[in-house]
């Protein structure tokens, strides 16, 4: 049978990172598989749907590069296909109409000693087909609200199987008669997620852990119709980087980083925060996934390679955004220069007018080893920019002004090496041996007048990009100052 794996979620917020994990890991296995990956919006429940949350799924998948082969296909425009199977299972006795006013619930809730359940005991004392006359029911039907429950067997162990937790049993006591269609007609939840399930030929169900307590009144819903139930995948919850629990977006927002994967009404995403696709896809498959291996740069393809359902972890997985930093470093790095401009939306500024296009591109080259995300780019291009507004004045202390002095003013009595880096650095190497000044400190004395701290890339290269002008500029600026 050919894999079929699907993405189900409610647009009742914006899709969160767990999400976007769920339909990661749903989108490995269809493509692991050569299968299709099938986007399905579960928005039967008006009450609760936000408006924008759809748009705002649709639009992470495609950010991420999640392609969907079907979808997204919308289960309000499907009520009929709902309708008719739960005729199907009123008719075969497998669920029942009730007619339970609020209050008449309430009450059989004060009444009952324990917590009170719709079940096999308690239905024969409710209003609903099973108690009723075949008249009183059809008259009611036309007159009242009702909902339809489904029948949970009495006395019964439901047995399932999760691929990541193994068997698991159910006993049908602990269930309840669910509501499988609102009194406003639409399905509930857990029907039409069934039913979708079947209709469409999903193979694998992936999704998050806390679906696992449904599972047992899905396996019944699959056993009222008989059908055979598609493989589950109920996948470890994200964990927030300290303590204990799930992450949340106020976990997210108190250690300042984002949890949606694109912006969500001027909540910053992934994407605006810098981060690459490549980067968040490649670290969001390494949570929960038991990868044997040392390896952590993973390309999609990489991950599609590499994802094996039988290596999905148990237990929750923390988040730890240091190190989806240091993922997004590692695709960064090896981007081209003309990719990062385009990311970093800096196509046609100031850089690429003062050095052209190639020359701004060979500097992008220098500098992109040091990213961790797309928004460093300002930092370090500034030193080509503009002279250094201020000067680390630690540094300057714990180098020595004298020692500075001296090194700048070697320089600016040799300006002809400035025009030729490697010289340069020959003849500084001479002077230091001289003058006792160690070539670090010579260096450091440099890169302070250049860049205005102890940080930055190839010192020789920057004076190269910089030309003799601009070098010299800078030299007397420092050299003024101390
Ligand atoms: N609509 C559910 C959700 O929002 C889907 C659960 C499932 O994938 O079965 O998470």
């Not at 180098?399 to 001296?406: E, F, K, N």
Request: hydrophobic share 35%.
């Amino acid at each position: 049978m050919r894999e079929r794996a699907r993405f189900a979620p409610s647009p009742t917020g914006p899709l969160h990172i767990g999400g976007v994990r769920t339909a990661l890991f749903s989108y490995l296995m269809a493509k692991k598989n050569n299968g299709e990956f099938i986007l399905r919006i579960e928005d039967t429940d008006s009450k609760r749907t936000i408006d924008g949350a759809e748009q705002h799924i649709i639009d992470s998948l495609n950010w991420l590069g999640l392609k969907f082969d079907e979808g997204p296909i919308k289960q309000s425009e499907r009520t009929h296909i709902y309708k008719e199977r739960i005729k199907e299972l009123i008719k075969s006795g497998l669920a029942y109409y009730a007619f339970d006013t609020a209050s008449e619930l309430e009450e059989a809730r004060n009444e009952a000693e324990t917590s009170f359940k719709y079940n096999f005991l308690s239905r024969k004392n409710m209003s609903n087909s099973l108690t009723l006359s075949e008249d009183e029911v059809k008259s009611r039907l036309e007159r009242e609200a009702y909902v339809v429950r489904m029948i949970i067997p009495e006395n019964e162990t439901v047995n399932v199987v999760d691929q990541v937790r193994g068997k698991l049993s159910f006993k049908s006591e602990e269930l309840e008669d669910k509501i499988i269609m609102k009194s406003d007609g639409m399905p509930t939840y857990h029907f039409a997620n069934v039913v979708d399930d079947y209709e469409m030929n999903i193979t694998s169900v992936i999704r998050g852990e806390e679906w696992l307590s449904s599972l047992p009144l899905h396996i019944l819903l699959y056993k009222h119709f008989g059908w055979e139930p598609p493989k589950f995948y109920h996948l470890p919850l994200i964990l927030k980087s300290t303590g204990s629990g799930k992450l949340s977006k106020r976990d997210a927002e108190e250690q300042g980083h984002p949890v949606y994967a694109v912006n969500w009404q001027g909540s910053t995403g992934f994407k605006e925060a810098g981060f690459t696709s490549e980067g968040l896809i490649n670290y969001l498959g390494l949570l929960g996934w038991n990868n044997s291996s040392n390896k952590e740069k993973y390309s999609i393809n990489e991950l599609i390679d590499s994802f094996n359902d039988t290596e999905i972890n148990k237990s929750g997985a923390r988040f730890d955004y240091k190190k989806a930093v240091w993922i997004n470093h590692l695709h960064l790095k090896e981007f081209s220069a003309e990719k990062i401009l385009t990311l970093a939306n800096r196509t046609s500024d100031s850089l690429i007018q003062k050095y052209s296009l190639e020359k701004s591109e060979e500097i992008v080259d220098l500098i992109k080893e040091r990213l961790n995300t797309t928004l460093d780019i300002d930092k370090e291009l500034s030193v080509f920019l503009s002279q250094p507004k201020g000067y680390d004045s630690v540094a300057i202390e714990k180098i020595d002004r004298g020692l500075i002095y001296d090194v700048l003013n070697f320089c600016k009595l040799n300006k002809a090496l400035i025009s030729d880096p490697h010289s340069l650095k020959n003849q500084l190497l001479s002077f230091g041996s001289e003058q006792g000044i160690s070539f670090g400190n010579i260096m450091k004395s440099l890169r302070l007048c250049l860049v205005g701290n102890l940080s930055g890339p190839d010192l020789f290269k920057i004076i190269e990009i910089l030309g003799p002008e601009e070098t010299l500029n800078r030299i007397e600026s420092l050299t003024n100052k101390i």
